[in-house]
């Protein structure tokens, strides 16, 4: 029997009732999203039997996330929050309709998903940062670490169930099913975020458009706590994020070739999903700053730990997947954990030490950095693995992510102290 006091603190979904409607809704429109870019990636692939074609869906997606993470803040800063999420998630809702309308009708034009794409990450990006900066004004401060290993729960739950629902829906049902299931997923996420209270700005604006934008980004330069958690983040996804590995060593290093591809990716999701479920003791840590620090060194370190196993690893002559397989999940779970656990108090510190005027840009700007730094990472491990081998890019970069955390830290020692009970920006 699992200890109570390590199981997920589930006290903000039974003391309020709007983040309760608001988390369902969330978890539900987290799994129609990693549905739909399932989809997309393989619908595009029998249009064009290209990869390259593939990886463009991700050009896509990322461009309109960085613009309207950035601006959709400055949205929720100056208008209802509520308006903002039900208006973004009535738009997800439409875009998921069109994908299933367009597969009905068998256009096969990969113009249009892209466009398709394009739109239903711009409504995410707006919808991501009304949401996380809603939280504070349904919740005490004391449950927000709480809320967040919810929130961090259902992510991992999103990437690993997403993704197979797309599969088995489009190997039973074809693109037109599978998107429909996906209509279902997201009206009634709507459904669920109607129960929303009233959620006017606390302040009025003093600028909007670009101008609110750029006054959240100057307030962000002059708190180093704050930017602290960015960085921080960014040393982990850009240095170390070993996904874009996975192709080559499922094919030529492990072995195993997709099935090894996807049990690795559901590694890090699976870590993210058990670190939520025995969340219980993060509400009671005061030094978050400290955690997110040790999480992150953490996460370097698993990630050098994979590429150890990966170095290691030989497959069988039959091309299944070796006895590396599993060591090298088990890593991959420990990494997972350790970026849910810095997630959770990088987003806490994040809501409790910003007013509340100028929560949604801050939220805009994490989005921003959490869109953008794993495609950075991307690039980083790709250049390395083709330079050298996956094993020794796996290794150089969770190295670099503990070495950079330490001289962030030796410049920042403040955000090592940082308290929960008095939260300093």
């Not at 190295?399 to 939260?423: I, S």
Request: proline share 5%; with cysteine.
């Amino acid at each position: 029997m699992v200890p109570v006091r390590l199981l997920i603190d589930i006290t903000p979904l039974r003391v309020s009732v709007a983040y309760r409607r608001m988390w369902a809704g969330v978890s539900l429109s987290g799994i129609s999203t990693q549905l739909s870019t399932v989809a997309v990636g393989l619908q595009v692939y029998d249009i064009t039997g290209s990869t390259f074609d593939v990886g463009l869906v991700g050009v896509f997606a990322l461009v309109p996330l960085v613009v309207m993470g950035l601006y959709g803040g400055a949205l929720a800063d100056a208008h209802d929050r509520r308006r903002v999420i039900l208006t973004t998630s009535v738009g997800l809702l439409v875009v998921a309709a069109a994908f299933a309308a367009q597969a009905w009708a068998q256009l096969g034009s990969v113009a249009l998903l892209y466009a398709l794409v394009a739109a239903q990450n711009a409504c995410y990006a707006v919808n991501s940062a009304g949401r996380t900066a809603t939280i504070p004004r349904l919740l005490p401060p004391h449950l927000l670490p709480a809320a967040n290993a919810l929130g961090s729960m259902s992510r991992g739950l999103a990437f690993t169930t997403g993704p197979v629902l797309a599969g088995l829906l489009v190997g039973w049902w074809g693109y037109g099913g599978a998107y429909s299931i996906e209509v279902v997923l997201l009206g009634t996420a709507v459904l669920s975020l109607r129960a929303l209270p009233q959620l006017p700005p606390t302040e009025e604006p003093t600028h909007t458009g670009l101008r609110s934008v750029l006054e959240g980004l100057r307030y962000l330069r002059t708190r180093p706590n704050l930017r602290m958690t960015f960085f921080l983040d960014l040393a982990a996804m850009v240095l170390a994020m070993p996904r874009v590995l996975f192709p080559a060593i499922g094919a030529a290093v492990i072995g195993g070739g997709a099935t090894t591809v996807g049990l690795l990716g559901g590694a890090l999701a699976g870590g993210t999903f058990l670190a939520g479920m025995f969340s219980g003791p993060l509400g009671q840590v005061r030094r978050q700053g400290l955690a997110v620090v040790g999480a992150v060194i953490c996460w370097g370190l698993a990630i050098a730990a994979f590429g150890v196993v990966v170095a290691m690893a030989t497959p069988e002559p039959s091309g299944a997947a070796g006895w590396a397989l599993w060591p090298a999940m088990a890593c991959l779970v420990l990494a997972g954990g350790a970026d849910a656990v810095s997630a959770v108090f990088r987003m806490t510190i994040l809501q409790a030490a910003t007013p509340d005027a100028l929560r949604g840009r801050l939220q805009g700007v994490f989005v921003v950095v959490v869109a953008g730094g794993p495609r950075l990472g991307d690039l980083t491990l790709g250049t390395l693995g083709e330079a050298s081998r996956e094993a020794v890019a796996a290794i150089l970069g969770g190295l670099a992510c503990v070495g950079v955390v330490l001289v962030l830290v030796l410049f920042q020692r403040r955000f090592m102290r940082y308290d929960a009970h008095d939260p300093t920006p």
